[in-house]
């Protein structure tokens, strides 16, 4: 029989020792991230290194697995309505039951207005009202009673990221920083132990993906529709989606080629046998037909639901990335390094983000110096009156700083290379794969964009 790869090629979030909580000592999150070079120091922190691991882990368990009593490899899809039998994840779904009923209380004003309904702000307020008592609830309670000698609960840094999780009440908008909010408070319960009822060798990881953060997307998308959020700092037509991130993650993972122990690492290229073409997501009926199992196509399919027009137009990164033809592995290899780039180096995006005890802001002693990518050389500088710190000479100012990256030669390494035309914004076009006939007569040229290597991504 083969022998197992080690296992230390796949990192996992480390659980608090449950001896070592009562002295533990919590920290209500606050924000640090308010320069753009303050981007450099949070990818050096163990905040960082906590995210990258539990989403690598995370994305680690949805891989397919080849079977010994069978020649059909395991996948994972997803499963609505079938109820789980870990009392962990029952209550976080209690927990996100709950608050998407207080729907019923905040009905959508009627006035005329494209985007941001105003009663999403009498929402947010029920929810922040209502927080305390729903995460007094059963063992949810019981894990996030930990105090510490001060006096800080786990709960106060818990709440802190719940609550970051549904959008801004002030812009009325929802985008990839609210979601990594999300995930940030599911981290701070494993760290807290909290899924310990779980089964090992990745069952309760799937559980949390399919179980927890497809059902909280779920309610995102119920409070887009009903409020029509404003997406936060919207790339426009060029961005990957102008809500999520993490769904192309795991859904990509979902159909990767599948390996044998769970301690190989993460398959950078190939599909199990029977997995869709990346090409399907193009076609309505396979996207309908394939949303109820998949998170993948799961988001394309919201996609569909709120945009109308061809696909190319309206989403044309991730049409670009539908012509990969290393498979879904490949795929989701370069969705991790795009999620590096475009989401925790992006200062619009990581600058709500707080920081406590669970995900802490000091450095990370093993980390290494970030890369000064097009994304980290573009972070904006805004010095406040209360510091007298000055920003690095790399970090300089843009009113976008996603903009300047057509106007810049792009960083080497290998990512989801896609291409973007500075074309007017009636048009959705790019040159690498537009279809015959649904262009525009001419085309500017193309700058070739290869989306930054994640320093924490295995090549």
């Not at 079977?67 to 870990?86: D, E, H, R, W």
């Not at 949390?208 to 059902?215: A, H, K, S």
């Amino acid at each position: 029989m083969a022998t197992p790869p080690v296992a230390h090629l796949n990192p996992t979030l480390q659980v608090i020792p449950t001896a070592q909580l009562a002295s533990h000592k919590f920290i209500k999150p606050t924000k640090r991230i308010n320069e753009g070079h303050h981007v450099a120091h949070f990818l050096t922190s163990k905040a960082y290194r906590d995210i990258c691991a539990f989403i690598l882990q995370l994305n680690h368990s949805l891989c397919p697995r080849n079977q010994t009593s069978s020649p059909i490899p395991k996948t994972f899809p997803l499963v609505p309505g079938s109820p789980s039998s870990t009392p962990s994840i029952q209550a976080v779904q209690q927990l996100l039951s709950e608050v998407e009923a207080l729907v019923e209380q905040a009905p959508p004003d009627p006035g005329p207005r494209r985007f941001g309904n105003v009663s999403f702000r009498k929402w947010h307020a029920l929810v922040e009202e209502n927080l305390d008592s729903f995460l007094d609830k059963g063992i949810l309670g019981q894990a996030l009673s930990a105090k510490g000698a001060d006096g800080v609960t786990a709960k106060d840094e818990a709440t802190a990221y719940l609550m970051g999780a549904f959008g801004s009440a002030q812009r009325l908008d929802y985008g990839t920083g609210h979601e990594l909010s999300f995930v940030a408070f599911v981290g701070c319960l494993w760290k807290l132990g909290f899924f310990s009822d779980g089964k090992d060798d990745g069952d309760i990881e799937r559980e949390i993906v399919l179980d927890v953060i497809e059902p909280y997307l779920r309610v995102i998308r119920t409070l887009i529709l009903k409020y029509t959020l404003e997406p936060a700092g919207s790339h426009g037509v060029w961005g990957l989606d102008d809500h999520s991130f993490i769904p192309y993650i795991f859904g990509s993972a979902q159909f990767t080629r599948p390996i044998t122990f769970v301690t190989e690492p993460m398959p950078l290229e190939g599909s199990v046998k029977g997995a869709p073409k990346p090409g399907d997501v193009t076609k309505a009926a396979v996207v309908e037909d394939l949303r109820q199992t998949n998170m993948y196509f799961s988001a394309v399919g919201f996609i569909n639901d709120v945009k109308k027009g061809p696909f190319w137009e309206h989403s044309p990164i991730l049409f670009d990335i539908s012509g990969i033809r290393d498979g879904w592995g490949k795929i989701n290899k370069g969705m991790i390094k795009m999620f590096n780039a475009e989401v925790l180096s992006k200062f619009p995006v990581v600058q709500h983000f707080p920081f406590g005890s669970l995900f802490s802001w000091d450095a990370d002693p093993s980390a290494p110096v970030p890369a000064q990518s097009v994304h980290m050389m573009n972070q904006p500088v805004a010095v406040a009156a209360s510091t007298t710190e000055t920003p690095p000479l790399s970090a300089t100012g843009t009113a976008a700083p996603w903009a300047q990256a057509t106007r810049m030669p792009p960083p080497p390494g290998p990512g989801i290379p896609y291409s973007r035309v500075p074309t007017g914004p009636s048009t959705g076009s790019f040159a690498s794969r537009q279809p015959r006939g649904e262009g525009p007569g001419s085309r500017s040229a193309a700058a070739q964009i290869t989306v930054t290597k994640a320093p924490w991504a295995r090549e």
